[in-house]
């Protein structure tokens, strides 16, 4: 069955543009969730969603980071005015039930930003 | 507050050689810990958890890892190491009901010498 797919794969953005990151998490799956990975580093959580509801945003580093998943399914990243400090790999996960279920998340491939 | 650490960047074996990769943990609570692995342009699979129960937990490719409480350690084992082994490996901590996330490690790249 198909897995987490993100898109783009990679992003090229000039200081101050904004971007949109997409999330297509597997079927059926509640929970989803963003993390940052940047070079040499393991991924550091973002945001959490339950179906719709956007449960926890305290790793959001800024008030420029934003996600939504208005539906419970797709979500999207957006970095508004993004600067350089915003490059990385950014990863969405998935999993079958609700956050404090113990299930094993779901990574996709990811997308690389390079901000100039 | 917590945290997971992964005191090797890097870990070298020879091909057929036992392996292991380390990983130390500090939580409040009752620990959730996770192994993924990570191979070049793809996403982190999952290899293995442990929630309760069995301190010696069986995941994929023939890993296992060793949950030992008194020394707050959850190291990764192979028995027999293959050169299809080499990646990227985040060990990942959740702490208690109530939390969400995963709390990831730095990393160990293994590399596998035929």
């Known amino acids: 069955g198909a897995g987490v797919s993100q898109s783009p794969r990679y992003k090229v953005a000039k200081r101050g543009q904004d971007v949109a990151l997409r999330c297509d998490p597997i079927s059926g799956h509640v929970s989803l969730f963003w993390y940052q990975q940047a070079l040499g580093q393991g991924p550091e959580f973002l945001t959490y969603?339950?179906?719709?509801?956007?449960?926890?945003k305290s790793g959001l580093p800024s008030d420029r980071f934003f996600a939504e998943r208005p539906e419970g399914s797709v979500s999207t990243l957006k970095i508004q005015r993004t600067q350089q400090e915003d490059s990385a790999v950014y990863l969405c996960?998935?999993?079958?039930?609700?956050?404090?279920?113990?299930?094993?998340?779901?990574f996709g491939p990811g997308t690389r930003l390079t901000v100039l | 507050a917590q945290s997971v650490a992964q005191p090797e960047d890097q870990v070298n074996v020879a091909e057929g050689n036992p392996l292991t990769v380390k990983c130390t943990y500090s939580v409040s609570g009752n620990p959730y810990l996770f192994w993924y692995v990570q191979y070049p342009n793809r996403g982190l699979q999952f290899l293995l958890k442990?929630?309760?129960?069995?301190?010696l937990v069986k995941g994929s490719y023939g890993f296992e890892a060793e949950f030992n409480k008194s020394q707050t350690s959850f190291h990764l084992k192979k028995p027999s190491a293959l050169v299809s082994d080499s990646a990227l490996y985040f060990c990942a901590v959740r702490a208690g009901t109530g939390a969400n996330n995963l709390f990831f490690g730095t990393g160990t790249r293994l590399t596998v010498i035929p």
């Open positions: 996960a998935s999993s079958l039930g609700a956050g404090t279920t113990l299930n094993e998340q779901f």
């Open positions: 442990y929630i309760t129960g069995d301190n």
């Open positions: 969603f339950q179906n719709e509801a956007q449960l926890d």
